[in-house]
């Protein structure tokens, strides 16, 4: 099992760039996927970006050129760099292990951290 801890959320204006970042600790970091999820409230947590073992990446259409998935395997942490963020970018942003299924669906994620909050305002 991997524990992850998310940090670097807060509260900014539209425009502006935040750093996610994801520490994980547990087996091997570098034997696993790992994506990035966003729940805003009222609404189903959504994919927002994954990352393989070899940083191949995807990133859902609503944050393609804008955000940016990297890993850290020596330190063990996942990243997600968020510029140009809209207002439509607040929610609260988790990272997780991917571990079966397609990249897309929470379903195929294990280890959620505890989340991070985004806000931003116009």
């Known amino acids: 099992q991997v524990h992850t801890v998310e940090s670097g959320g807060g509260l900014v204006q539209a425009g502006d760039s935040l750093r996610l970042s994801c520490v994980a600790s547990?087996?091997?970091?570098?034997?696993?996927?790992m994506g990035w999820f966003r729940q805003a409230p009222g609404k189903e947590r959504e994919f927002v970006a994954w990352i393989s073992t070899i940083s191949t990446t995807t990133y859902d259409e609503a944050v393609k050129g804008r955000f940016t998935i990297s890993r850290d395997n020596a330190r063990s942490t996942l990243y997600l760099q968020m510029d140009n963020l809209k207002t439509e970018d607040t929610a609260v942003y988790y990272c997780?292990?991917?571990?079966?299924?397609?990249?897309?669906?929470?379903?195929?994620?294990?280890?959620w951290g505890q989340g991070t909050q985004v806000t931003v305002s116009s």
């Open positions: 547990g087996p091997t970091f570098d034997n696993y996927s």
């Open positions: 997780a292990r991917h571990y079966s299924g397609s990249a897309f669906y929470s379903s195929g994620y294990a280890d």
